[in-house]
């Protein structure tokens, strides 16, 4: 591959390739030597400035960065450097990818044939089905300069630009034992790519919902049976040891011929 080309800067075989945003990301794609191209070089992208899903939250980054990841390169940069909920929220979602290897700064990529474009389950591959029943919450913490609120646990599963989300019923006024007991299903194609997000939602018929804890981790260390999710504060971005979600998880595969 040509790399001043595609807008690289390059000088030698051990070089640092510094891929820019825009058009260069669609010939990552068309060029099947991309990865060649990074087999003795380090690449780094910039994901800023090329979002075009309209997925909410941090994930926008989170797409980028796996698309670049399955393209052949090692070095994504994310700016955590904010206090905002969307740089927590980044920041969540970052440790979430990386807790597959122990939070030792990197992670070993699928070597299976990979589409970045083809996210949503496709007719004959390989499937998993995983079920997440909520069953109930622990002391969840109340928006602020509120005592009491009006709780609902959103589930985002996402996959890079595969993404679907359900939301359970409102319990009135409880956010110290809510109970609310409902299934979801659903249905994915690569768990290794795939970050399983949980937000505890403030529901006022006078205010707009508002996000008050979540949490978040990948498909891939998901374990079967009744497990507790901690949350994180949406105001701190802490881990707070005493706020619960409890829920029963079902993870299993399927091959569609």
């Known amino acids: 591959i040509n790399a001043e080309y595609m807008g690289m800067a390059s000088t030698t075989n051990t070089s640092i390739i510094?891929?820019?945003?825009?058009?260069?990301?669609?010939?990552?794609?068309?060029?099947?030597?991309?990865?060649?191209?990074?087999?003795?070089?380090?690449?780094?992208?910039?994901?800023?400035?090329?979002?075009?899903?309209?997925?909410?939250?941090?994930?926008l980054e989170y797409n980028a960065m796996i698309e670049y990841w399955y393209a052949g390169v090692q070095i994504i940069p994310l700016d955590l450097s904010g206090n905002t909920e969307s740089h927590r929220r980044l920041q969540m979602v970052s440790?979430?990818?990386?807790?597959?290897?122990?939070?030792?700064?990197?992670?070993?990529?699928?070597?299976?044939?990979f589409s970045p474009r083809a996210h949503a389950p496709s007719a004959t591959s390989m499937r998993w089905i995983m079920s997440i029943r909520i069953l109930e919450g622990w002391n969840l913490p109340p928006p602020r300069n509120m005592g009491s609120f009006n709780p609902s646990i959103v589930v985002l599963v996402h996959s890079g630009k595969y993404s679907e989300s359900k939301q359970t019923k409102v319990v009135d006024f409880n956010g110290f034992n809510p109970e609310w007991d409902q299934e979801f299903v659903f249905e994915v194609s690569d768990p290794s790519v795939t970050l399983v997000l949980f937000r505890v939602m403030s529901t006022s018929m006078l205010h707009q919902d508002e996000c008050v804890a979540e949490a978040c981790m990948p498909m891939s260390s998901v374990r079967n049976?009744?497990?507790?999710?901690?949350?994180?504060?949406?105001?701190?971005?802490?881990?707070?040891?005493?706020?619960?979600?409890?829920?029963l998880f079902d993870l299993r595969s399927l091959v569609v011929a």
Request: hydrophobic fraction near 30%; include cysteine; charged fraction near 20%.
């Open 18 to 59: 510094t891929i820019p945003s825009g058009t260069a990301r669609d010939q990552i794609y068309k060029d099947k030597g991309c990865k060649q191209l990074f087999q003795n070089r380090l690449g780094k992208a910039d994901p800023h400035g090329i979002h075009t899903s309209r997925t909410p939250g941090s994930m």
């Open 95 to 113: 440790d979430a990818r990386f807790s597959i290897n122990g939070g030792s700064g990197y992670v070993l990529k699928n070597m299976k044939p």
């Open 225 to 247: 049976g009744y497990r507790t999710v901690n949350l994180v504060s949406t105001v701190t971005g802490a881990t707070m040891k005493l706020s619960q979600i409890f829920c």
